[in-house]
């Protein structure tokens, strides 16, 4: 079946240093998705990328979806404390079920 | 901003026993999803609703697990005779259509003893 694979499983950066995090599909992907899970709390939808070669932006997140729509990465400039949790990239199944990544977890060091 | 809801937010039963989890979607959606979380794992997908039945559904969904709609609002997740593996964080989502953003709500953390 369909599977997401992210890397890496964890990173520890200090504020300030950038992050990046990588997602990478067995199958073409129609789309993909990034949600952030703050510790103890649920997925919350950050942006959804459609496009071959899709470059999006939000303040200091960049997404990118690969050429072929089977990889995507997530890139933070200049981590803060408030960047801390566990972000995921999950693609969409063909009755719109999401397919999630293992997710990578940050921490921030102030 | 609607959101979709959950309860319990926690459920502790012993082994063997039946439970029932309780979602209200957000109330024009018409995609609704149930996926699990056991501690420290990712999010996986258990099933997809779509006009009243089952659209999709995963390997973890097996003949213990049944979802309704029972009325216009609510979305139920049961779990028949719960295993201590079915211990997890227990996510409901909705959205509008299958190209649209998908709404988690805030999920009931299921302990089986």
């Known amino acids: 079946g369909q599977q997401v694979m992210q890397i890496p499983q964890y990173q520890h950066v200090q504020e300030g240093e950038d992050f990046t995090t990588y997602c990478n599909s067995s199958?073409?992907?129609?789309?993909i998705q990034w949600y952030k899970q703050r510790p103890g709390g649920h997925p919350v939808f950050l942006i959804q990328?459609?496009?071959?070669?899709e470059v999006k932006k939000q303040k200091r997140l960049t997404f990118q979806f690969g050429e072929a729509k089977k990889n995507s990465s997530l890139h933070i400039t200049a981590t803060q404390t408030t960047d801390v949790g566990t972000y995921f990239c999950?693609?969409?199944?063909?009755?719109?079920?999401?397919?999630f990544g293992k997710g990578t977890k940050l921490s921030v060091k102030p | 901003e609607p959101e979709v809801t959950q309860t319990p937010s926690h459920q502790v039963t012993q082994m063997g026993q039946e439970v029932i989890l309780r979602c209200v979607p957000i109330?024009?959606?018409?995609?609704f999803y149930w996926y699990r979380q056991i501690l420290g794992q990712k999010v996986e997908f258990l099933v997809s609703f779509y006009n009243n039945e089952i659209s999709e559904k995963s390997e973890i969904f097996d003949d213990q697990f049944s979802v309704e709609r029972p009325d216009g609002s609510n979305f139920t997740l049961k779990i028949r005779s719960t295993k201590l593996e079915d211990s997890a964080m227990y996510f409901c989502?909705?959205?509008?259509?299958?190209?649209?953003?998908?709404?988690f709500g805030p999920g009931t953390r299921l302990l089986v003893l």
């Open positions: 999950a693609g969409q199944g063909s009755q719109g079920n999401l397919i």
């Open positions: 109330s024009n959606h018409l995609y």
């Open positions: 989502a909705s959205r509008l259509d299958r190209q649209e953003t998908q709404y």
């Open positions: 990328l459609v496009k071959s070669g």
């Open positions: 199958t073409t992907l129609s789309n």
